[in-house]
Every structure is written in C-alpha cells, then in structure tokens.
C-alpha cells in the first residue's frame, strides 16, 4: 500500500498523547510511522529504564539506560512524572519531558505500561489516551516472538502482563480511543485520523 502523504503539521489538539497496549503489539511500529510520516511533528518522551539495551537501541534516544541506583535516586527526588516496575524492570518519564515538548511547539509521545497510565491521569496532566490491542493473544505471542529480543522468561511475564493490560482497557472511559492493530496500514490510518481530528469541546 503507498504510504500516507499527509503534509507534516501540527494537529489541532495538542496535548501529550499516551500511548499503551500489551508488549509486542505494535505501539511502536505506529507511533514512527507517525513520525516518520509527519516530521518535526511529534517528540517521544524518553523514559529512563534499568533494562539492558537491545540491538540497536541507543542510550538517550530510546532510552536513558540507568542502573537501578540511580533509578532509585532520580525517583526519590521526584524526578519522575511516573514510574512502574514491568517484567523484572523499572522504567520512568522524567518530569521535564512535557514541558520541554512544549516549548519546542511539538507533541509529546508517552509510551507507557498500564500503572503510569493511572499514574498519569492522577497528575491531572491534560492528555490523550490511546490504546493499541492486538486482533488475538495467539498474535500477540507470535508478534513478541518473531521481535526476537525476548528471552523466553521475558516473553512469558509480558504475555502474563498483557492480560492485565487488556482487561484494563475494558474499563469504560479509560481511553480514548481503542485501535486493533491487525493490518498495520490500516490501524496506523484510524491512529492518524484520531491524532488529527479536532479537539472535542468538554
Ligand atoms: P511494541 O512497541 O508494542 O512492544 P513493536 O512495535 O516492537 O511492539 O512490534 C512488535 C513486532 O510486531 C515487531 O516485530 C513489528 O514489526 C511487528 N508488528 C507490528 N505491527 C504489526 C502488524 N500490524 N502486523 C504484523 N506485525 C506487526
Ligand atoms: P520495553 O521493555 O518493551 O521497551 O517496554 C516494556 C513496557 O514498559 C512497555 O509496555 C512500555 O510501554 C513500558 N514503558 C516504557 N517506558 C515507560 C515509562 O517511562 N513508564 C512506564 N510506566 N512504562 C514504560
């Protein structure tokens, strides 16, 4: 399928975008499609994160790799906006991330596991919430697998993780808007639409 073309430009809403879903759905594969498609557009937030860099990852740009000390010590000065243990790991959005993309007139990409999804809407942060699900868990486990960057340990406590996820997304009025990443042009089209379309008089 050809790729979008939209013209890169800021969405009329704004506010942070968080995005969330089981491990190995796609979020990512989204949210750089989204960035690729609309460059200068979208900023993600780099969470720091005491889990060992995969293949390719690079240290500031996916994410501040830190050891549990000082994880621990950013999170006792309240340097996080908030932070959550997942799969053995913690992981935590610094506090200056929404303010920086603002200044720099982008809009900022959380990507997030469930608990700093709570955490998020207790600050009173304006955002939007998205939540990416897979068509079925059988997928979901051939997606996490076929990544390659799990020990089977990892993949077991993710896919235990995702029911959780799953069974919080049922909950009414937590997101906004609820995207099944079957075909992934067209899930990343209903992710555009919903990025761009106005925002909603409360
Ligand atoms: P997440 O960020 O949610 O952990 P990733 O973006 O890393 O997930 O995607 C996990 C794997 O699934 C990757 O190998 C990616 O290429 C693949 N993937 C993503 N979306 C789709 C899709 N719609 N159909 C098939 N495979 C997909
Ligand atoms: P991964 O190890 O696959 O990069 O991420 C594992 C999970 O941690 C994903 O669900 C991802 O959304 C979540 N995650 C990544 N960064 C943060 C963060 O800063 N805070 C929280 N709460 N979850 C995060």
Same mark, same amino acid.
């Given at each position: 399928?050809?790729?979008?073309?939209?013209?890169?430009?800021?969405?009329?809403?704004?506010?942070?975008?968080?995005?969330? &879903?089981?491990?190995?759905?796609?979020?990512?594969?989204?949210?750089? /499609? /989204?960035?690729?498609?609309?460059?200068?557009?979208?900023?993600?937030?780099?969470?720091?994160?005491?889990?060992?860099?995969?293949?390719?990852?690079?240290?500031?740009?996916?994410?501040?790799?830190?050891?549990?000390?000082?994880?621990?010590?950013?999170?006792? %000065?309240?340097?996080?906006?908030?932070?959550?243990?997942?799969?053995?790991?913690?992981?935590?959005?610094?506090?200056?991330?929404?303010?920086?993309?603002?200044?720099?007139?982008?809009?900022?990409?959380?990507?997030?596991?469930?608990?700093?999804?709570?955490?998020?809407?207790?600050?009173?942060?304006?955002?939007?919430?998205?939540?990416?699900?897979?068509?079925?868990?059988?997928?979901?486990?051939?997606?996490?697998?076929?990544? &390659?960057?799990?020990?089977?340990?990892?993949?077991?406590?993710?896919?235990?993780?995702?029911?959780?996820? /799953?069974?919080?997304?049922?909950?009414?009025?937590?997101?906004?808007?609820?995207?099944?990443?079957?075909? /992934?042009?067209?899930?990343?089209? %209903?992710?555009?639409?919903?990025?761009?379309?106005?925002?909603?008089?409360?």
């Amino acid at each position: 399928m050809a790729p979008t073309t939209t013209p890169s430009s800021l969405p009329p809403d704004t506010r942070p975008l968080v995005i969330s &879903g089981p491990s190995g759905v796609g979020k990512g594969t989204l949210y750089n /499609l /989204l960035f690729t498609r609309h460059p200068s557009t979208f900023v993600l937030s780099v969470s720091c994160t005491t889990r060992s860099p995969r293949p390719g990852e690079v240290d500031g740009v996916h994410y501040r790799f830190v050891t549990p000390e000082q994880f621990a010590s950013l999170a006792s %000065e309240g340097g996080f906006l908030e932070h959550a243990q997942f799969g053995g790991n913690r992981y935590g959005t610094p506090k200056s991330v929404v303010e920086e993309a603002r200044d720099a007139g982008k809009v900022v990409v959380l990507d997030i596991e469930m608990e700093g999804v709570k955490q998020v809407k207790a600050t009173g942060v304006e955002a939007r919430y998205v939540f990416v699900k897979p068509p079925s868990e059988e997928e979901l486990e051939r997606r996490l697998r076929g990544r &390659g960057t799990e020990k089977e340990e990892s993949i077991q406590k993710r896919l235990r993780q995702a029911k959780l996820e /799953l069974e919080y997304a049922d909950t009414p009025g937590v997101h906004d808007k609820i995207i099944v990443n079957d075909d /992934l042009e067209r899930a990343y089209k %209903e992710l555009e639409e919903f990025v761009y379309k106005p925002r909603e008089e409360a």
